[in-house]
Every structure is written in C-alpha cells, then in structure tokens.
C-alpha cells in the first residue's frame, strides 16, 4: 500500500549545525506534505508545510524542499538547538478531495549534542 | 496561535470500564477533527475521522462499537473507549483543521490510556 517512511530512525548532531531529516513518499498523486515536530509525552507541533506545486519553503530556522521526480521531502535545521531534540514525522495528505486525512511516517528521532 | 486541548491528559482504568476523552478547538471552529492512536516508539496512526454533526467515518481495523466518536459542537469532539482492555492502553491525540482557512491541522496534547 501507500506509505510515508523516513531514511533514518536516529540522527545525532553537535548544536549549531545544521541538521536534515528526510522522507520518502510513494503516493505520485499526494499535493500536501506536512512536517510536525512531537516531544516525548506530547502532540505533534507543526513546523512548516509544502504543496506539490513548490520545490521550496522556507520557515524560520527550517526549510522544506521537495522533489516530486524521486519522491523525497527533506527538513532543513538550521543552527540546531538542544531545544530542537524531539521525533520528526512527515506527513502526507493522501487526499485529492482535501479531507485531511494524514499519513505519518515513522519518524527520526533528533539529538542535539551541546 | 490556534490552540487544541485534550482532557484528561492520562488516565487510569480498570479493564472493563469505559473512558471518555475531549477534544477541543480552543480559539477556532473545526467541522472536522481527527482521532490518532499512538504506541511507543511508533508513529501515529488515523483511527477515525471526526464530523460536526454527523457521523464519522473510522479506518479500517478500527472498531466503531469500541471507539464511539461525538462530534456535537464545532469545537467539541469525544472519543469513548469502551469496555477498555489492557491492549488498548496508548496515547491518543486529536487534531482539528480550522473551518476556514488553510488545510493546516493543529494537534492536541494527547491523552495516555492506561488499562489495569
């Protein structure tokens, strides 16, 4: 079936470097992908969104690049923060109605190193 | 910021019994929320959707006679887990999408189930 994976479970960077999570998608028809950041014994935070017709977003601190030719989603850190330590999930919008039922992936766990 | 509260945020029953969980759009209407079911150390997962005033629509392998959703406001949607097992301990988390506006999904704290 359809599925939104992440490359890697675990990615440890020292503070102040930048740091990126990446994900695969398989759903070619998917236009809506969405980063959430989730601290242990807490709900998902939002982080920044991207639709199918950009290649690009930035947000603060953090850029989402998509590539629809190999179906890959990359978050970009800038300057990572011990704060920044958490699980990153993407999540796709499998939808074409828009009802926003979302399919997370397994997501990539973050440690900071001071 | 748009804001969305769970309560209780834990919860300890016995096995049998039934609990009830809120989900509230706290500065925004929502005619649609979202009910997830996470395990540790996994990812979240879609058990059903949530629609003011009519009824929602669950995935598939999830049990409607044993997670009843009331979606009676458009800022107040219930999850009840019924006749609660110890299988059915996790973390549940809600999420509402604004009724008007973007597509973006704000999710709330979550609530631990934890059947004895």
């Known amino acids: 079936g359809e599925s939104v994976g992440l490359h890697l479970p675990t990615l440890s960077v020292q503070e102040g470097d930048n740091s990126i999570i990446n994900c695969a998608y398989s759903?070619?028809?998917?236009?809506?992908f969405i980063w959430y950041k989730q601290e242990s014994g807490k709900g998902p935070q939002f982080i920044i969104d991207?639709?199918?017709?950009?290649d690009k977003r930035q947000g603060q601190r953090v850029t989402v690049l998509l590539n629809k030719t190999v179906k890959h989603l990359s978050l970009q850190i800038a300057a990572t923060q011990p704060g920044d330590s958490a699980v990153y999930f993407c999540?796709?919008?499998?939808?074409?109605?828009?009802?926003?039922?979302?399919?997370f992936g397994q997501g990539t766990t973050l440690q900071v190193k001071p | 910021g748009a804001v969305v509260s769970q309560h209780p945020s834990w919860v300890i029953c016995k096995s049998g019994t039934s609990v009830k969980i809120e989900c509230r759009s706290l500065d925004f209407q929502a005619t649609t929320m979202f009910w997830y079911r996470q395990f540790p150390k996994q990812s979240l997962m879609l058990m059903a959707t949530s629609n003011e005033g009519s009824k929602a629509t669950y995935e598939q392998g999830v049990e409607k006679d044993k997670f009843l959703i009331n979606h009676a406001s458009l800022t107040l949607s219930t999850l009840t887990v019924t006749s609660a097992h110890p299988e059915d301990s996790s973390f549940y988390i809600c999420?509402?999408?604004?009724?008007?506006?973007?597509?973006?999904?704000?999710f709330g704290p979550g609530t631990r189930l934890t059947v004895l």
């Open positions: 999540a796709e919008d499998l939808s074409s109605s828009n009802t926003g039922k979302l399919i």
């Open positions: 759903n070619s028809a998917s236009d809506y």
């Open positions: 999420s509402a999408r604004d009724s008007v506006g973007t597509d973006t999904q704000y």
């Open positions: 991207i639709r199918s017709n950009m």
